[in-house]
């Protein structure tokens, strides 16, 4: 399968606790997205990597978030400390931006459905 | 910032039939792409069909084809001839022609193909 991959698919977790998320993106794609979807409403971003930079980040994302992609390949996202609204969908997508600047389509994973007990 | 309007929560069709999904934006920008995904329960998003905001020209992608009314900021989603794999949730998203390519997504609109 040479799509993007997310695991877990599904974590519970107790408050207070931290988990951790990969996203296994698609071979020759730079860049990488991960975004937030609540149930009944649309993904919304966290933060976006070129490569292995971390180049924006949404005010969405405390302090208790980090996102790494160390060798520009897989990324990570953790999560301190973990609050009963932090429960949703993590997305991870993934794209091409080529020499020309142009962005080729996102393709997107399945998603980590987070449940904060 | 951009916003993403949908205004229809749920939409149901008869097989076979056509329906028609609104999406509405609010930008500055005057260059930008726009988007139709498809969120399947249980599965993960797929690009439906993108609309470059340069072009006059309506997109098509076989039964799914959009209203795009650059000047309303308006971006509707038809299908047509609705098959029972159509059911999902549908969103409308938004993306900057430069810079951090990120999507602003509307609310969704779930699609429920009646058989």
């Known amino acids: 399968d040479t799509g993007v991959s997310q695991n877990p698919r599904h974590k519970i977790t107790k408050r207070g606790q931290n988990v951790t998320f990969r996203c296994d993106p698609i071979s020759e794609h730079n860049r990488l997205y991960w975004y937030r979807q609540t149930l009944g409403q649309g993904p919304e971003f966290l933060t976006y990597f070129q490569n292995e930079a971390q180049l924006e980040k949404s005010r969405l994302l405390s302090d208790r978030f980090s996102a790494e992609r160390p060798k520009g390949s897989f990324s990570t996202l953790e999560i301190q400390r973990t609050e009963q609204g932090d429960s949703a969908m993590y997305l991870c997508?993934?794209?091409?931006?080529?020499?020309?600047?142009?962005?080729?389509?996102?393709?997107f994973g399945q998603g980590t459905r987070l449940t904060v007990v | 910032a951009q916003t993403v309007t949908q205004s229809q929560p749920e939409m149901s069709v008869q097989e076979a039939e056509t329906v028609t999904l609104s999406c509405t934006y609010d930008t500055s920008e005057s260059n930008y792409y726009l988007f139709w995904y498809k969120q399947p329960p249980s599965r993960q998003m797929i690009l439906v069909i993108r609309q470059e905001a340069y072009k006059q020209q309506n997109a098509t992608e076989n039964r799914f084809s959009v209203n795009f009314q650059k000047a309303a900021k308006s971006f509707s989603l038809k299908i047509s001839d609705s098959q029972l794999g159509d059911t999902a949730m549908y969103f409308c998203a938004f993306m900057k022609h430069t810079g951090n390519y990120k999507l602003s997504f509307g609310a969704g609109t779930t699609v429920t193909v009646r058989a």
């Open positions: 997508a993934s794209s091409k931006v080529g020499w020309d600047r142009v962005n080729t389509e996102a393709f």
